[in-house]
């Protein structure tokens, strides 16, 4: 499986957009990459995924590179309640291994009023 | 829609006493179940997961056992508790399908005393 690369930590205001980045330079052509987080003491949550193209949803937008060893999370107006501990994962494509999730340290993204 | 639920959400045990940690999926019909158990820092380790009605398969060898007795339960346990149990366990569900979701229920808290 591809290994992830995050910043440990990040700083955002409140209102702001807030990008978090990861890199996953050994990402095979099959595999999704994939957002979760996780606020403290509870269960992580899904965010966004994405194959190659960008996406967006209620939550977020995902870039992704074109050569797909990077993409970007964005929260377009990040709010207190944001602040959590932000993961991006790799995934293979399909079979019994797919639900094999190994989060990595993540990135603590903190949220200032 | 899905819903995921697990309880007890907290869990205090003395050492030796047995376990038993509950999952059931809403709205889906022959998930993938999976276990996992976060340690502190954040990692997340896969115990247990299952395709279907009495198929487990277990990732590590361990003091707990896990068991489906439906399609969309699954059962978490263990005869005798160790201090080393302790920690965070996390039910999921997918499809088991490329591109698709794992949804996480809300945790359960065990602490071995």
């Known amino acids: 499986d591809a290994k992830t690369t995050q910043p440990p930590s990040m700083d955002c205001a409140e209102g702001r957009a807030a990008n978090l980045p990861c890199n996953h330079s050994t990402i095979s052509g099959n595999e999704y990459v994939y957002w979760y987080r996780q606020i403290h003491s509870q269960g992580p949550q899904y965010i966004i995924h994405g194959l190659k193209n960008n996406e967006t949803n209620e939550m977020a937008s995902l870039i992704i590179t074109e050569d797909r060893k990077s993409s970007t999370l964005i929260l377009p107006h990040a709010t207190l309640r944001d602040t959590a501990v932000y993961y991006c994962i790799v995934l293979p494509a399909g079979g019994t291994s797919y639900g094999k999730l190994t989060f990595g340290q993540g990135t603590i993204l903190t949220v200032h009023p | ?113």
């Open chain 2, 1 to 113: 829609s899905q819903t995921i639920h697990q309880w007890p959400a907290t869990l205090v045990q003395p050492v030796g006493s047995p376990l038993s940690l509950e999952c059931t999926v809403e709205g889906t019909s022959n998930p993938n179940l999976y276990w996992y158990r976060q340690a502190a820092g954040r990692g997340l380790q896969l115990l247990f997961y299952s395709v279907g009605i009495g198929q487990i398969s277990s990732e590590v060898p361990q003091n707990l056992s896990a068991s489906r007795p439906q399609d969309r339960q699954f059962i978490l346990s263990s005869k005798k508790l160790l201090l080393s149990d302790s920690g965070f366990y996390l039910c999921a569900w997918g499809t088991g399908n490329a591109g698709n979701t794992i949804y996480f229920g809300e945790g359960s808290w065990l602490t071995v005393v």
